[in-house]
């Protein structure tokens, strides 16, 4: 078993939807948890980071942790064009220095 | 402009031969990580150090060889031992080993 699973897609909303990307995860030991978008060709760029369970909101932009199911979300509203991108997960535990990533949902907003 | 470079975009190489990946950062960060991302596969950690004249081998090492002579920066040496070269590689940093990591724009490596 990985220990972070994310669903790859591709997935395709029309522009102004409200985008559910989510992992789930199997150590309990991870406590720090981000989100990173990618284009096309270029560098991961660090959306989110949250530490341990709760929500944390910036602009458009909301990630949810549940601890307890092991489960982690990143919510997109009236999503743009310009989103359309490919969300990776990332975590890690206290003091660790490797982030597990996930594999990176594609997601397309139509105009 | 803080931020992280790396050189080139794209390079091409053929088999046998040992190349060098160039990674510079501004941001005065400690701690700087290479990875190498593949489709379907997510990025694999291939060596990281928290600082100069330091480092340690990630979940993917064999194959790769790094310095970090200088806190700035910090190279990777894909050598022909590698068997599966051609990848996407990036490299990051950060304050410390438990700080946001923060990405380079990569180098798209090609091995024929």
């Known amino acids: 078993q990985k220990e972070v699973e994310q669903d790859p897609g591709p997935l395709s909303v029309p522009e102004g939807a409200i985008v559910s990307l989510n992992c789930t995860y199997s150590?309990?030991?991870?406590?720090?948890f981000m989100w990173y978008r990618q284009y096309s060709r270029k560098g991961p760029e660090l959306l989110m980071y949250?530490?341990?369970?709760g929500n944390k909101e910036d602009g458009r932009f909301t990630a949810q942790v549940d601890k307890s199911s092991k489960y982690i979300s990143l919510f997109i509203r009236d999503s743009q064009p310009s989103d359309s991108a490919t969300y990776l997960c990332?975590?890690?535990?206290?003091?660790?220095?490797?982030?597990?990533f996930g594999t990176g949902t594609r997601l397309t907003v139509i105009p | 402009d803080g931020g992280i470079t790396q050189s080139p975009k794209y390079l091409f190489r053929k088999e046998g031969q040992n190349v060098t990946l160039s990674c510079e950062q501004n941001?005065?960060?400690?701690?700087m990580y290479w990875y190498r991302q593949d489709p379907g596969q997510g990025l694999r950690l291939i060596y990281y150090?928290?600082?100069?004249?330091?480092?340690q081998k990630g979940d993917i090492a064999e194959g790769y060889s790094v310095s970090r002579e200088k806190k700035e920066s910090f190279p990777l040496t894909v050598t022909s031992a590698q068997k599966n070269p051609t990848a996407f590689y990036l490299c990051?940093?950060?304050?410390?080993?438990?700080?946001?990591?923060?990405f380079g724009p990569g180098t798209r490596l090609t091995v024929t």
């Open positions: 941001l005065n960060h400690d701690a």
């Open positions: 990332a975590m890690r535990g206290t003091g660790a220095n490797n982030l597990f």
């Open positions: 949250t530490y341990s369970s």
């Open positions: 150590n309990s030991a991870f406590q720090y």
């Open positions: 150090s928290q600082i100069v004249n330091d480092f």
């Open positions: 990051a940093s950060s304050v410390g080993t438990g700080g946001e990591q923060y």
